[in-house]
């Protein structure tokens, strides 16, 4: 059975509802360093059982990128859109690129000199000898009396500055994903930041897949700003890895993950996607569609692409941090169920986009 011919589902109200409740979860979890990573019983949806907890490492993500760009210079013509590999033939980009991605940065990504290299150079010195990782999400299983139920993966967002978003994190790296964009074959490229974090919470997310219930009706993502992006990128790889598995999400002020072609790829493959946005929240328009930026002293132009279908809202607090809030802004407005798939009417941040 291909897994495009599995009907996507509607938004609904109540799952997202359900999913915003997870996603604050996933905050608490962090912001509770006394549960270990455990949500207490009390607060576990009924019908569901926590089988999984993930961590990363406390990372400047933009000192992350630059540490990962150093260390593997291999990699610095795959960062951008090189126009004449988009125009060859795709089995030249097969031969070329995925060869390289396959040895190089998917490698790199999974070494754990490269991993230390990276928290190393992402911490301030003087607090290397506290460096712990930090809570970054769960997963939860349905019990076998729920027999609605869905395997879920949360991911908190982050919970410091966001300006990791708009800086030198913004590089993109192919993936191994080719699809048909823009008239031709193309390899998809994500954000490499994003792809880092995922690189460490990756083993966590297949160890707790392990665990899911195989007679859930489905698999749902969700996540909060960074851990939106990563939900981004968990869903597509438990889609692709489980084709007959329906794959939900429900991102929460998502900023941009990946370019045209991983968008258009993520869509076919995970068309119950339905990415909830605060208009007056400005992390969603970043990284800006297009923008060009200097990478190790070269200038490189990248494209970005939302995915899923948008459901969005106005409420402007007055602040920026409380437009993006989860816990202030957009729990209570999906509570409220205020979220529309109308076409955009207002106007957004005033940052360009």
Known sequence: MDAAIIPPTPYDHATAQFLSNVALLANE??????????????????????IAKFQVPNLDLNKAVDAFLTAHPELHPLVHTDAALVDADVDALVDAEIEVLNTHLSNALEDPATLSLIAAAAAPPQHLADFTPAWFG??????????????????????TAIEWVVDAAAVQVPVPLVWFSDGKLKIARVHLGFLIWFAFVKPQVDAAVLKFNPN?????????????????????????????????????????????????????????????????????????????????????????????????YLWQTGDLNTNHSLKINYNPAIIANVATDAARTYPNTGVPC
Do not use: M
């Open 29 to 50: 979890q962090y912001d509770n360093p006394s549960w270990n990573g455990d949500i207490p019983a009390d607060l576990v949806p009924a019908g569901y059982t926590q």
């Open 138 to 159: 769960f997963a939860l299983a349905p019990t076998s009396d729920n027999l609605t139920g869905s395997n879920i993966v949360a991911f908190r967002g982050t919970r």
């Open 216 to 312: 859930a009706v489905s698999t749902q993502t969700t996540g909060h700003s960074l851990g939106a992006a990563i939900a981004t990128l968990t869903s597509i790889y438990l889609k692709l890895g489980s084709p007959l598995t329906p794959v939900q999400s429900y991102p929460l002020a998502s900023p941009r993950v990946g370019d045209r072609t991983f968008a258009s790829a993520y869509d076919f493959y995970v068309p119950s996607t339905f990415r909830i946005v605060n208009l007056t929240d400005w992390v969603p328009v970043v990284p800006p569609t297009s923008l060009t930026i200097v990478v190790h002293g070269v200038t490189v132009s990248v494209q970005y692409t939302h995915v899923g279908q948008e459901w969005s």
